[in-house]
């Protein structure tokens, strides 16, 4: 028996949900340094910002490409130091799952695999420009997700209640 036919039965016993990582790719990146090489004589006391977005796209029946976008800004002072930014996508096969299971695997499941490898580049770029390692914190994208959703409950029943009050 191959490999695949093992995962497809092995997937069937669990009532015939699957999910695996077909590709993991940068799809963007750009590290920006407007200041240098006078940003190098500052003392290195950065204040550091991180943003995060994440979009996914349907490529075909149970194949989603996620894209996680991690954005850093070190800046001393008024003086940027360096804009890091890097669109990290994935390709994903997802079947077998309810339809309301699917927005917590793209907006939780597959950020979470995606994070460890946008930070590396960071990581990476950061270094290549001569500053100090950055070694971003892990993010908790099933609380994140959790946050969000729980707004977009909100929302909805606001919404629904301003429709009944008019």
Same mark, same amino acid.
């Not at 790719?25 to 500052?42: A, G, H, K, M």
């Not at 075909?60 to 360096?82: C, F, P, R, S, W």
């Not at 597959?110 to 460890?116: A, E, K, R, S």
């Given at each position: 028996m191959s490999e695949v036919d093992e995962k497809k039965e092995q997937a069937a016993a669990v009532g015939g949900k699957q999910f695996s990582i077909q590709?993991?790719?940068?799809? !963007?990146?750009?590290?920006?340094?407007?200041?240098?090489? @006078?940003?190098? +004589?500052?003392?290195?006391?950065?204040?550091?910002?991180? +943003? @995060? $977005?994440?979009?996914?796209?349907?490529? %075909?029946? $149970?194949?989603?490409?996620?894209?996680?976008?991690?954005?850093?800004?070190?800046?001393? %002072? !008024?003086?940027?130091?360096?804009?890091?930014?890097?669109?990290?996508? %994935?390709?994903?096969?997802?079947? $077998?799952? !309810?339809?309301?299971?699917?927005?917590?695997?793209? %907006?939780?499941?597959?950020?979470?695999? @995606?994070?460890?490898f946008a930070r590396e580049a960071i990581s990476d770029l950061v270094t290549r420009g001569g500053f100090p390692q950055l070694l971003l914190s892990p993010v908790n994208f099933d609380a994140l997700y959790a946050e969000y959703a729980q707004q977009q409950r909100q929302q909805q029943k606001g919404t629904g209640e301003e429709a009944v009050s008019h």
């Open positions: 590709k993991v790719y940068v799809r !963007d990146i750009s590290f920006e340094t407007p200041n240098t090489p @006078l940003i190098f +004589q500052e003392k290195w006391e950065p204040e550091t910002n991180m +943003q @995060l $977005g994440n979009k996914a796209v349907v490529l %075909g029946e $149970g194949v989603h490409e996620v894209m996680l976008t991690v954005t850093v800004t070190a800046k001393i %002072g !008024d003086k940027t130091a360096y804009l890091v930014e890097v669109q990290q996508s %994935g390709i994903f096969n997802i079947s $077998g799952y !309810d339809p309301k299971e699917l927005p917590a695997i793209v %907006g939780s499941v597959c950020p979470n695999i @995606l994070f460890p």
